[in-house]
């Protein structure tokens, strides 16, 4: 199966794209080379490989999950510009 102008016309058509002859021509060449490059692909024997979801192992990164007591209120806030007893305060920026 080989692309034409033709069939990149249509795909520019479907894409809602609009190309200059010499770029039709230039993506007729590139599409053809790609499905040059899978029938390749397609011609490698992979009967004894066994299918993958994933090329390299993966691991994982994240620490253990471990419970600890909270920061207390007093300590939080101790720093804030502005506070009441038990919460920030900030200022209103919906009108």
């Given at each position: 199966m080989s692309v034409t102008i033709k069939d990149v016309e249509h795909i520019a058509k479907l894409a809602k794209l609009e190309f200059s002859d010499t770029e039709?021509?230039?993506?007729?060449?590139?599409?053809?080379?790609?499905?040059?490059?899978?029938?390749?692909?397609?011609?490698?024997?992979?009967?004894?490989?066994?299918?993958?979801?994933?090329?390299?192992?993966?691991?994982?990164?994240?620490?253990?999950?471990?419970v600890t007591p909270s920061t207390p209120t007093d300590e939080a806030l101790k720093n804030a510009p502005a506070a009441t007893d038990e919460?920030?305060?900030?200022?209103k920026v919906i009108g």
């Open positions: 039709k021509e230039k993506f007729t060449h590139q599409f053809n080379d790609i499905l040059k490059y899978m029938d390749q692909l397609n011609s490698v024997d992979t009967a004894n490989v066994e299918p993958l979801a994933q090329v390299i192992e993966l691991q994982n990164v994240f620490r253990e999950d471990v919460h920030f305060k900030v200022p």
